[in-house]
C-alpha cells in the first residue's frame, strides 16, 4: 500500500504563490504516475495537473496552464505543485494521486488512479 501526505496549502491573496508538496510512503518504487486534482465547496473533483513517471512528461488543465508548474524529485519521493498568480477560483481542496506505471505515459481520468491523499486546502483571497 503507498500512503500520500499532501502539505503546503493556506491563505494567500490573490496574485500569490504557494508550492504544495505530496510526499509519497509504504513503497520503495518510485515508478508512478502522479497527479493533482482539487475540489471546490459544492462542486466535482477536477483534473489540475500530471506527471509521468520519470518527470519528462507533464500535463495542465487550460484553467492552470502558465500559472502551475508540477515536479517530482523521486530520491525524497515528493511531488510538488507550484501555484504562481493565484485566483480566488483557485480556492479549493487540493488532492494528489498516485497510480504505479507500467507505460511512461501520464494519467488524467480520477477513476485511473490507485492511491490518494487526504487533501490539503487552498485559500484565495481577493
Known amino acids: 500500500q503507498v500512503q500520500l501526505v499532501e502539505s503546503g496549502g493556506g491563505l494567500v491573496q490573490a496574485g500569490g504563490s504557494l508550492r504544495l508538496s505530496c510526499a509519497a510512503s509504504?513503497?520503495?518504487?518510485?515508478?508512478?504516475?502522479m497527479g493533482w486534482f482539487r475540489q471546490a465547496p459544492g462542486k466535482e473533483r477536477e483534473f489540475v495537473a500530471a506527471?509521468?513517471?520519470?518527470?519528462?512528461?507533464?500535463y495542465y488543465a487550460d484553467s492552470v496552464k502558465g500559472r502551475f508548474t508540477i515536479s517530482r524529485d523521486n530520491a525524497k519521493n515528493t511531488v510538488y505543485l507550484q501555484m504562481n498568480t493565484l485566483k480566488p477560483e483557485d480556492t479549493a481542496v487540493y488532492y494528489c494521486?498516485?497510480?504505479?506505471?507500467?507505460?511512461?505515459?501520464?494519467?488524467?481520468?480520477?477513476?485511473?488512479?490507485?492511491?490518494w491523499g487526504q487533501g490539503t486546502q487552498v485559500t484565495v483571497s481577493s
Open positions: 509504504g513503497r520503495s518504487s518510485s515508478y508512478y504516475a
Open positions: 506527471i509521468n513517471w520519470s518527470g519528462g512528461t507533464t
Open positions: 494521486a498516485a497510480k504505479r506505471a507500467s507505460t511512461g505515459g501520464v494519467i488524467l481520468l480520477p477513476k485511473e488512479y490507485e492511491y
